[in-house]
C-alpha cells in the first residue's frame, strides 16, 4: 500500500523515523525488518521477517548478525542472489561474491566486493555506475581517501559509514559519534580499537560476532603491549 511504499523511500533515505511511523502504520512486518536491519538491530528484524516468513529479509538480517551459514540458508531457499553475494562478501569469499552479484545485476553489490579484493579503482568505477553513494564512500575508504569518502557518506546519511571513516581518519571520538548514533555495535569496536581501549573494543566486538573486527583488535593489542 501507498504508506508501505513511503516507509520504503523514507528507509532508502534513511530517514528511519518517518520510515517506521508509516511502516507502523501499514503494519508491514517486512519493511519493518528492512528497518532495523538499517539500524543494525538483527535480532528484532528476525523476528519481524520471522512473523512475515520473509526469507529474503531473513537472509539479510542474519548476513548483518555475520552469521554465514543462516544467511546462506535463506537465501537458497529464497533463490536472492544479491544476499548471497553479500554473505560470501562476510565470509571474503570475493570471486564467489562477484558470481552472485553478476547474476543478479547488482552493480552496488559488485561495487563491495572489488573493494574487498581491493580493486579500488573498479569499485569506485562500478559505485559510481550504480549511484549508490554509499558504496561510492566505501570504495574511496578502500583508496584512504576518508575526505571524499566522508562527503559521500555524508550524502547517503549514513552514519555508520561515517564512522568508519573517521576511523580511518583516526578522529575516534567523531567515529564513536556517528557509531552510537548508527547503533553500528562493529563500528564502535573498531573506533574503540583506534583509542587503544581494547576492553571495550572487545566488548563491542563480540557483541557483533566480528571476526575481522576481532582479528585486528587482537592483532593491535599484541603490537601495543609487545
Known amino acids: 500500500n501507498d504508506k508501505s511504499g513511503l516507509a520504503l523511500a523514507y528507509c532508502g533515505k534513511r530517514e528511519f523515523d518517518k520510515a517506521l511511523d508509516f511502516a507502523t502504520q501499514a503494519n508491514d512486518l517486512s519493511v519493518l525488518g528492512l528497518i532495523a536491519v538499517n539500524q543494525h538491530q538483527y535480532d528484532k528484524a528476525i523476528d519481524y521477517f520471522t512473523k512475515a516468513n520473509d526469507k529474503p529479509g531473513l537472509a539479510l538480517a542474519y548476513c548483518g548478525k555475520k552469521d ?88 547517503a546519511n549514513d552514519f555508520g559509514g561515517l564512522s568508519l571513516a573517521y576511523s580511518g581518519k583516526r578522529d575516534f571520538d567523531k567515529a564513536i559519534e556517528y557509531a552510537e548514533k548508527a547503533q553500528d555495535v562493529s563500528a564502535l569496536a573498531l573506533a574503540y580499537c583506534g583509542k587503544r581501549d581494547f576492553s571495550l573494543a572487545l566488548k563491542y566486538a563480540q557483541e557483533a560476532n566480528d571476526s575481522s573486527a576481532l582479528a585486528l583488535i587482537y592483532s593491535q593489542m599484541n603490537d601495543f603491549y609487545s
Open 68 to 155: 554465514f551459514d543462516a544467511a546462506v540458508s535463506f537465501a537458497k531457499e529464497s533463490n536472492d542472489l544479491s544476499v548471497l553475494g553479500h554473505a560470501y562478501c562476510i565470509k571474503h569469499e570475493f570471486d564467489k561474491a562477484i558470481e552472485y552479484f553478476t547474476k543478479a545485476n547488482d552493480v552496488a553489490g559488485l561495487s563491495l566486493a572489488y573493494a574487498g579484493k581491493r580493486d579500488f579503482a573498479k569499485a569506485v568505477e562500478l559505485a559510481a555506475k550504480s549511484g549508490d553513494k554509499s558504496a561510492l564512500a566505501h570504495a574511496y575508504c578502500g583508496k584512504n581517501d576518508f575526505d571524499t569518502a566522508i562527503k559521500y557518506f555524508a550524502e
